[in-house]
């Protein structure tokens, strides 16, 4: 069963190479989407997969790399886009 979400991470999450992170997971996992620092300091990611591996990402994103101290993690499900790969936008 595929799913889509799209999560709103909030804490030290930029500079500590959040996005890199999340990006060599989601595509160890084969799960795509993207991610990307918003303006207000939190990481924007949209996740879409199996939805097993999509559930890992999500815990995998809560915890995030050694420097980052996640504070939130906002979910919200989302309708399937059919990304190709996992990338890293920037602003």
């Known amino acids: 069963m595929k799913k889509s979400v799209r999560l709103y991470i909030t804490g030290i999450v930029q500079g500590v190479f959040f996005r890199l992170f999340v990006k060599q997971s989601a595509e160890k996992l084969d799960v795509r989407g993207f991610v990307r620092n918003l303006e207000d300091g939190r990481v924007e990611a949209f ?4 939805a097993d591996k999509v ?5 995998i994103c809560k915890k995030g790399p050694r420097h980052a101290q996640i504070r939130d993690v906002k ?5 399937f886009q059919d ?4 990338k890293v936008l920037h602003i």
């Not at 996740?47 to 199996?50: A, K, P, R």
């Not at 559930?55 to 815990?59: A, L, P």
């Not at 979910?75 to 309708?79: A, M, V």
Request: charged share 35%.
């Open 47 to 50: 996740l879409e997969g199996d």
């Open 55 to 59: 559930n890992q990402m999500i815990e």
């Open 83 to 86: 990304f190709r790969n996992f």
């Open 75 to 79: 979910i919200k499900l989302e309708t």
